[in-house]
């Protein structure tokens, strides 16, 4: 089973521009996360979707968007990236929301 | 607000020895506790979690942890660690379900030398 795949893999954007980085879970988990990866800070909550059709926002959510159109894609959008976005993400989901997340394997993006 | 402390960086052991890596944490009421390890370039895999019950929770890869209420601890332990064991190790806690979604707060991170 494929579990969570994100894409792509790795980018380099220039300031200013737009971009989307994909996820989408194999799983059915009604609850689906973004997480960014900074050294030192561990990981933060960006946004988070408790079920198809709803968002919230997270620790640190400006900047970006989601949106959860179905219950295997929750999107992450960047609208005018800015240097301090250079971080490796993260999406991940739950069953339950008590039981343990899974992560898919990371979205390097460096903003220069 | 929830929080969680990993008090060091980095912990460096021999393999066959016993491991400790540290968690302690701040939440209102009845805590949910995780620990995940994350291999380079790669994303957190779930290792195991304290919901409720017995303090001692055993999880993947012979690794267990023991809830301790009164120090507000979820120390992660091994009895013997392999050098395959070397990673990073993230300690995470939310508070009781209350009809959101499940907003785990991760710490900063242990990072786990094994060396021969």
């Known amino acids: 089973t494929a579990g969570i795949t994100q894409a792509p893999t790795s980018q380099i954007l220039a300031a200013g521009r737009s971009m989307t980085l994909r996820c989408t879970q194999d799983m059915r988990h009604n609850a689906m996360y973004w997480y960014r990866q900074d050294l030192g800070l561990g990981l933060r909550l960006i946004h988070y979707?408790?079920?198809?059709?709803?968002?919230g926002k997270g620790e640190v959510p400006d900047g970006y968007s989601v949106s959860r159109a179905n219950t295997d894609d929750f999107p992450l959008t960047l609208a005018s990236a800015v240097p301090s976005q250079t971080s490796v993400y993260f999406c991940a989901s739950s069953d339950s929301m008590v039981n343990e997340q899974f992560f898919g394997p990371g979205t390097r993006l460096t903003v220069l | 607000a929830q929080s969680v402390a990993q008090p060091e960086d980095q912990v460096n052991v021999a393999e066959g020895n016993p491991l400790t890596v540290k968690c302690t944490y701040s939440v209102s009421g009845n805590p949910y506790l995780f620990w995940y390890v994350q291999y380079p370039n790669r994303g957190l895999q779930f290792l195991l979690k304290y919901i409720t019950g017995d303090n001692l929770v055993k999880g993947s890869y012979g690794f267990e942890a023991e809830f301790n209420k009164s120090q507000t601890s979820f120390h992660l332990k091994k009895p013997s660690a392999l050098v395959s064991d070397s990673a990073l190790y993230f300690c995470?806690?939310?508070?009781?379900?209350?009809?959101?979604?499940?907003?785990?707060?991760f710490g900063t991170g242990t990072r786990l030398q094994v060396t021969l």
């Open positions: 979707s408790n079920t198809a059709g709803t968002t």
């Open positions: 995470a806690v939310r508070g009781p379900y209350t009809g959101t979604a499940s907003k785990l707060t």
